[in-house]
T-cell receptor, first 112, second 112 residues
């Protein structure tokens, strides 16, 4: 039972490149989330998916897109990476929106 | 919009000393408040929530609606308490239903 897994763990991109961060959970959770963690800013919600088939914007959605591929998987895509997107990205899942969120190990992304 | 403020970016105490991590919030409705912890090289995890009114690893937190605070306390700090602590608020209803808003985080260091 791995919980929430994220790939890759580290990534370096050049400005303008695109990439997709992958997230999967094996807890049969309905809700999934993407956050970014920046020094002095805490964690900020980028997008979330309340249930399979739905996605909604969070606090800082600009520059990102998401796909809820199925109940297990929720991916985050950067179409044209910018240095301002250098951050640590966390995926989380919960049984429902009102339930405890379980976090993945994070992806450290650097955009040069 | 809701906001969570953790005024201390860094907090250092000696082993056996009391510790208090401050958290203040602004929210017009009835919030749900949480403390999350991230130990070195581990995932972010839920430490406690105000509705449970429980003590986890010796930590307690009381919601003070009059002062809009949810400070985390422990009477005798241990070295293994060294970690990053985040206070978070969840809105009970409205358009931000279910979403967590995190504070900036406090790095607690407990010296031997």
């Amino acid at each position: 039972n791995a919980g929430v897994t994220q790939t890759p763990k580290f990534q370096v991109l050049k400005t303008g490149q695109s990439m997709t961060l992958q997230c999967a959970q094996d807890m049969n959770h309905n809700s999934m989330y993407w956050y970014r963690q920046d020094p002095g800013m805490g964690l900020r919600l980028i997008y979330y998916s309340a249930s399979e088939g739905t996605t909604d914007k969070g606090e800082v959605p600009n520059g990102y897109n998401v796909s809820r591929l199925n109940k297990r998987e929720f991916s985050l895509r950067l179409e044209s990476a910018a240095p301002s997107q250098t951050s640590v990205y966390f995926c989380a899942s919960s049984a429902g929106l009102r339930d405890t969120q379980y976090f993945g190990p994070g992806t450290r992304l650097t955009v040069l | 919009a809701q906001r969570v403020t953790q005024p201390e970016k860094l907090l250092s105490v000696f082993k056996g000393a009391p510790v208090e991590l401050k958290c203040n919030y602004s929210y017009s409705g009835s919030p749900e408040l949480f403390w999350y912890v991230q130990y070195s090289r581990q995932r972010l995890q839920l430490l406690l929530r105000h509705i449970s009114r429980e003590s986890i690893k010796g930590f307690t937190a009381d919601l003070n609606k009059g002062e809009t605070s949810f400070h985390l306390k422990k009477p005798f700090a241990q070295e293994e308490d060294s970690a990053m602590y985040y206070c978070a608020l969840r809105q009970a209803g409205g358009t931000s239903y279910g979403k967590l808003t995190f504070g900036q985080g406090t790095i607690l260091t407990v010296h031997p």
